[in-house]
């Protein structure tokens, strides 16, 4: 059996497939932290100001761009990344793997939603950057601004949450594939709109949301990692 799986193709794609896995997570790792070193050296990008000043109107700091429905349509895009609906979905996707007998993957949305959380606070009280002043904030904020929790966490929990409910799918043909990829691919978006959402309502410097993404990503596909290392183990003959 062993021979017979040493020449599938599938299996040696998948094996060609960690290494270049690894090298993202690594360079996504190393990104972010060399914002964060950055930052604790004192450093400041201009493109951060550019990009916050060019989302307002420049003779109305308090007005951002765009017509009047964007401003409402990026406050509920933002609130999706807030810890009450985050919890919601991540308590839902974790329910719904339960009940389609996903034990372990309900376990480990768990973990990446507490891991994210827990570490994004870490690294918000270590860095401690203040929130962007240079233009008028649009919602309510509390907490220091790197790396945006937003970013990050609904990086690390609506990626999983995308990867083990595509793992659920099985790739019998190409549109089971392309509806593996159109579930990863939407919750992703949802990511990226997320953290977008962030900067546009002034609440955070671009470069919180590069970092969040960064964490959040890694994070998200270092669990899914684990899940498959978790069950290969499990599947392996004594």
């Not at 008028?136 to 409910?165: E, K, N, Q, R």
């Amino acid at each position: 059996m062993s021979e017979a799986v040493s020449t599938n193709p599938v299996s040696r794609g998948l094996r060609w497939a960690w290494p270049a896995l690894g090298l993202f997570v690594v360079s996504l790792l190393l990104l972010g932290g060399w914002l964060a070193d950055e930052l604790i050296e004192g450093e400041h990008w201009s493109l951060d100001t550019a990009i916050l000043l060019a989302l307002r109107h420049p003779h109305d700091l308090a007005q951002p761009i765009g017509p009047g429905w964007l401003l409402q349509s990026t406050v509920d895009i933002s609130a999706l990344g807030g810890d009450t609906l985050l919890w919601l979905f991540g308590l839902a996707g974790g329910a719904w793997l339960l009940f389609a007998g996903k034990r372990a993957e309900a376990a480990w949305i768990a973990l990446s939603l507490i891991g994210a959380t827990v570490l994004n606070g870490m690294l918000k009280a270590w860095i401690a950057r203040p929130r962007p002043e240079l233009v008028p904030h649009l919602v309510h904020v509390t907490h220091a601004s790197f790396p945006s929790g937003h970013a990050m966490v609904s990086a690390a929990i609506y990626l999983t949450l995308g990867l083990m409910l595509a793992e659920g799918i099985e790739p019998n043909g190409w549109r089971d594939r392309a509806a593996r990829v159109a579930v990863v691919g939407f919750f992703a978006a949802l990511a990226v709109l997320i953290g977008m959402s962030r900067v546009y309502l002034g609440v955070h410097w671009p470069s919180d949301v590069l970092a969040g993404w960064c964490f959040g990503t890694a994070w998200a596909l270092l669990v899914w990692a684990a899940n498959r290392w978790w069950h290969g183990r499990r599947a392996a003959p004594s």
